[in-house]
């Protein structure tokens, strides 16, 4: 117990040393007052899109609590459930948030560092990076702490082998969450940001015929809130979820594992130590003054492969001395999942630069029109799936057979729910170098509008588009943990199910061969439920893209002298926010029920079995599919990039006209259907294991 | 063994009718001297192709020929699989062989009598579509027949059930090479015809300005070749393998269930049955001469409905006589998978007919942009794959409990088996309503080219967009049967290991829990396998169509007077008939060889529980892919037609461009990629069931 006091320390440490780095970046100017004025109105439409979007996300949640506490109170749930429910989702909720705030303070003082230097403007961007990773560690910390103890004392009377059993197992539940949160704020803020800037762009660019980031565009705020809205809050409540997810996974096998407390301790304490390597690794970020991609990556890498390093060392001392030499493999499962997170992001920044052949190649398709460019980046898209799936492939393999599985399968499958562990132990600092990236893209935006000097944009341009290659590497870890934490969730649920089985002394046995019927169908359901939220998501983008189309024409049309940019007229930007805002909210309600209700459904006709089949053909399918929507979506992006360059024709050549036909088709594979993947397998095993216990008394089939 | 003489007498019948069929449509004239030549310029590059096409699969066919051969000398295969392997390849071939040879004879005939009357034109149509869907069952049953006699007569020692399992386990293996010719024939006919299609488009339409099926253009036979070679050739393939694969499956599970010989001669007397029934179809498909939809629609379906409304009884007779009133749920069974063809099917004309809100609304989106098509498109593929995916769900779970699931798990699966042989029970007469649709589509060409009356032209159209519909039902049973014999196969796969550990003593139990790390790594690169051989199909195409369209490019250039119709000049038609013809070639190879390749290597890694996870994987994710690309490519197809007709501005208007982008990249969907999937999860299924032997002896992990 002494040692994982050391979870709560990490968690007040984050949190403070992200408050120090938070009041470094406000002590610098924000410039003249018109970036403060463009500034201001960014932050203002993030502030309208926070509050409704949790007005609504509110009322879910009181409406699911109400469900929660029923079930609870017919026992068929643990009391704390719906109460823990409450705290991961709002703490999630909270980590997006800040995460947001420091990202709309921190854009405008980026541009006016960038002007000081390159290196400036780094630091400022890179410091509001580094605040959400710290913020969602620390936050994410603080929740597993606080139920930790709560619950140890809770249970305090029962002997350490059952107490540690029904504290993980209640830990386990608090996911839904954090998970639900999460999913709400990805595919919000993925709707939102491409509804956005799909509307901006059609009816400002094409119909009006102003330039990009024209603050005469009424959309133009909601584009770059979007910005914010879709890859900082969304994505900080999507690692938050992530981050706890892991690790209340590995904990609740721990039990299993035979590990007792210890197997509660290690995930622990892995996550307090990443955060002092995290904040460690801060510190070796600074560049000099050339704008060169290779150096500005180079600085950046530099400190998250300090932190991975410090990471490797302390965790040999931390493993071997809580759980012993001979459980050294658990050791290796850490290595294997950073080495995992690590190759899957590279792969994913060799199919999607276009520093690379597949882009590049991607970028020559376009010459016979968009049809070409969009089967050529399908087509790369499904053929890189091939490395993660190898990758994942080798690591689960690895790691369950070197830390124990061939003596014990729960030793094996700890080891896989440990390497997710230790993939996303440096998440404060890859997630700093993530959020950093939009950070830069907004500073460049308002560079632009506040007519700053060329060099000043020049450097904001080298910090954005390194951040598409560090947004790659993020990429890389959310989607191999997610995958490895799912793997470990349909275990968990396993243990979730015998264990009520004993509890309650029904006579079931779990039977989960593929041949099944039930399982088989199960897979077959799960395998089909990301196409279908995919297929939910991406129209969801349409129809709300359309309604700013309407929006922003309609101001065109009645504010006088607005597309004349007649002195003191402004366009009602919150307006634009908020149909972004409303369209967001509205659209996301169904996707999120889906993943809510079809496990619900599946365990009620089909039984436990089943929702196990269904967890992992949902587990493949939407791994699958994250990766080749992600990587089909950067690609094009890319080769969009790669021909405004000057390639193949260069800008308003039809092949670029073709390309940005890929690039919009990419917008919401990479930014909304995609990401949300991640999460929807998780939620679907953290709703399944929430709802086992009901689905076990009235199912169907047994 | 008597009852089971309906086998081989069916197929003799088949042929026989086949034939009489043949002779009928071959008596028509073949229209006038411009008819005549187009029709021979076709059949001459049909011609070409199948040389061409022939040569190259025979030397893969005499490379595994070979391999097979040392492995069955080894011990670790039946010596008869290699030879069951060719005539399995062989006849798989001549279905689609003979299917062409009928087609590119009936085109004209079929032009020729559509000047007399509606009904003429489409008993020429349909009848060349039945001499097709008879040979492709006279073939599948004789080769099936000829193999279970001489196998029950070489191991006529042994005692019935040792030596029925004998014949049904080699026969299982047969499979093969059925599946690898149909995959050589779906992927090189898909590659083949769509390359063609838009090469002749690009230069044709586009560039040199000169109008669709102009004789002018060098690429318009090989168009029209294309037609017969994917949606005939291909098609005729790939259902003999579906129907074989089927039957054998079902076999091979029989014994296990214990139907000793009755488990054999169920499958193989309800395909004797469906011969008839179809044969008896025939007769009850005229038309009036109102060319509308609804009653040429109703004319066809007439057909099929005698078809199963006679198999629906005489089954009923067959199965209660042979396996007695108790197994009654076998009948059932059989019911469940006709029913769930024909619910997919339907589903499939929802999604992608113009009659419906899908495809319309699909269609509305172009006005927006060929982004917002291909969005739309996409998402409504993925959302078309509940319905299938439900269905065949409930199919399974149903066939399962019903025909004796809960006593004993290989009866059910029995039932699952048997449901994928009712579904194909009406093969006969469905094939023939599908394979008259490109008959159809080749006579409005050779209309339109031979300045046939107007009232002809449309006619032929009338003809040719019920095809469209037609060919939705067909799509329905290859797919829906694809899923239930996959899945039947994972359990013939399993019983075949068990078969081989208990005859050679080896001390090995299958665990197949999805929670086993190696069927679970199984499960994600079969959930792998489809992404990335439909990565390699949709390539494919397009380098392949760049080659036709240098060609086509190459001959307007070099040829005097070509593009100006100068008498007398003709392009080489037959050149780019070749390069289509080499292309695919030299593209199929790759896709094939992974269909082989991945199942050995997954087998020789991780062993037998890994490849039966992979199994499980692939065809998952196969069946949900194979729905969307095939639902998504025929939307945007129809959703193309619906402007042209007039909708959202018409042909040459911006959404029709739109709508073109949204076709061309439907195009290797549906026609390429897509309908290979059904093979390929069948494929890699056959190829674990040969190898498995020798993956039990030699795998790393087991």
Redesign the interface.
Known sequence: MGLLLLAPLGSIVALLFAWYLSRTVLKKSEGNDLMKEIAKAIREGANAYLKRQYSGVALFFAVMFVILLIIALRGYLVIFVPFAFLTGGFFSGLAGFIGMKMATNANARTANAASESLNSGLRVAFSSGAVMGLVVVGLGLFDLSFWYYFLSWWYRALPEAARIQNVTSAMLTFGMGASSMALFARVGGGIFTKAADVGAD?VGKVEVGIPEDDPRNPAVIADNVGDNVGDVAGMGADLYESYVGSIVATSALGVAAGYGVDGVTVPMIMAAVGVVASIIGTFFVKSGEKAEQKTLLKALRRGTYVSAGLIVIISYFLVTSILGKENIGVYFAILIGLLAGIIIGLSTEYFTSDSYKPTKELAG?SL?????I???G??????S??VP??V??VA??AS??LSG?TES?NK??YG?AISAVGMLSTLGITLATDAYGPVADNAGGIAEMAHLPEHVRERTDALDSLGNTTAATGKGFAIGSA?LTA?AL??AY?DEVDLIVKKEGLSFNMD????N?????G???G??LP??F???T??A??RAA?NIVFEVRRQFKEIKGLKEGKQGVKPDYAKCVDICTRGAQKEMIMPALLAIIVPIIVGLT?GVNGV??ML??ST??G??LAI?MANSGGAWDNAKKYIEAGNHGGKGSDSHKAA??GD??GD?FKDTSGPSLNILIKLVSMVSVVFASLVLHISLFK
């Open positions: 059609l398709t016979t029109g968009p049809a070409t969009i089967i050529g399908l087509s790369l898209g499904m053929l799936t091939i799936v190898v994942v492939a689960v393999l369950y057979f599985g399968f094996g499958i896989v995958a793997l349909i275990a396993k989960l061969s593929i041949l019927p039930t399982v088989l169908i897979l077959f359901i395998g089909m196409f279908l995919s297929s939910m991406m129209k983008v349409g359309q089909i196990a089949g992992a053909g493949v399918t791994f699958v080749m940005v036909v919009t088709v919401p």
